[in-house]
C-alpha cells in the first residue's frame, strides 16, 4: 500500500510562485507514473502534469510554459513548481500515483489560491 503526503500551497498574489512537494512512501517498487491533477469549485479534476518512469513528461496546456514537474527518485518525491500563477489556478492539488493503468494512490490534496 502506497501513501502520499503533499505540502506546499497556500495562498499567493497573481504573478507569484508555488511549490509543492508529494513525498510517497509504502510500495513504491514499480512505479509507473507521479503527477499532479487538480479540481476547482464545481469544476471537474483535471490533469496538471505528469512524469513517467522513463522520463517523458506531460502538461495541460492551460499550465506549459508556467509550471514545471520534477522528482527525486531517491527521495520517492515529485515536485510541481508553479510560476506565472494566475487567479484561473485556484483549485485543490492532488498528487497521485500509479503503477499500471488506473491511479493506485491520491493524495490528501492541497489548497492553492491565487487572488488578483
Known amino acids: 500500500q502506497v501513501q502520499l503526503v503533499e505540502s506546499g500551497g497556500g495562498l499567493v498574489q497573481a504573478g507569484g510562485s508555488l511549490r509543492l512537494s508529494c513525498a510517497a512512501s509504502?510500495?513504491?517498487?514499480?512505479?509507473?507514473?507521479m503527477g499532479w491533477s487538480r479540481q476547482a469549485l464545481g469544476k471537474q479534476r483535471e490533469l496538471v502534469a505528469v512524469?513517467?518512469?522513463?522520463?517523458?513528461?506531460n502538461y495541460a496546456d492551460s499550465v506549459k510554459g508556467r509550471f514545471t514537474i520534477s522528482e527525486d527518485r531517491a527521495k520517492n518525491t515529485v515536485y510541481l513548481q508553479m510560476n506565472s500563477l494566475k487567479p484561473e489556478d485556484t483549485a485543490v492539488y492532488y498528487c497521485?500515483?500509479?503503477?499500471?493503468?488506473?491511479?493506485?494512490?491520491w493524495g490528501q490534496g492541497t489548497q492553492v489560491t491565487v487572488s488578483s
Open positions: 497521485f500515483l500509479a503503477v499500471g493503468g488506473a491511479v493506485d494512490a
Open positions: 509504502g510500495s513504491t517498487f514499480s512505479i509507473d507514473r
Open positions: 512524469i513517467r518512469s522513463g522520463g517523458t513528461i
